[in-house]
């Protein structure tokens, strides 16, 4: 596991952070435990799987500075995704964890990820745990379409597709700017000589 670790950090794949059982483990278990909590919900999706690990993973980043599984972010044409996420589940389809059925959902093709095993969550904390729940629930019967608008925000939106989404974009503001916004912005710049 270790070489494994180390050959991801190599690539870009995973956030420099020290989070219990690695980032590559994170994933797998969060992956797994999305999909076992999504199993009823017919419109649940590889779309929707990446969307609620995004939104997991940057609400976790606003609110505790740490995300939950660690692991890198990039852009998307339909959205955010772990840069990590084609790698890990081929490795955990290989393991026989995880298994995709293709179905047809509202007349389109639709890529179902099924978890062939319970997640391990000893690797999560339990405020790691309830923000996952809550990104499940918010997307609850929501269509791949219906997520992706909604995650495009500012992080997604200054980017093109391919580059990193670094965690720290969680903070930035999707708010218009203000003229008062405008003047601070205008004193902090004559104050700081920028």
Known sequence: MVDFQRS???KGLT????LPGGAPKRLA???LYICGKCERDDAFGMVRLNKILFEADFLSFALRGRPITGVRYQRLRQGPAPKAMLPKLRELQADHLLAVQKTDFLGRPQHRPIALRAADLS???G???A???QMIEESWG???AEVSDASHRIEWKTRTNGDPIPYEAA???NDPVTETDIDRTKELAAQYGW
């Open 171 to 173: 903070w930035l503001s």
């Open 142 to 144: 929501k269509t791949a």
């Open 131 to 133: 923000i996952l729940d």
């Open 8 to 10: 991801q950090k190599r």
């Open 123 to 125: 690797v999560f904390s």
């Open 29 to 31: 278990e969060a992956i």
């Open 15 to 18: 956030y420099n952070v020290d």
């Open 127 to 129: 405020e790691d745990i």
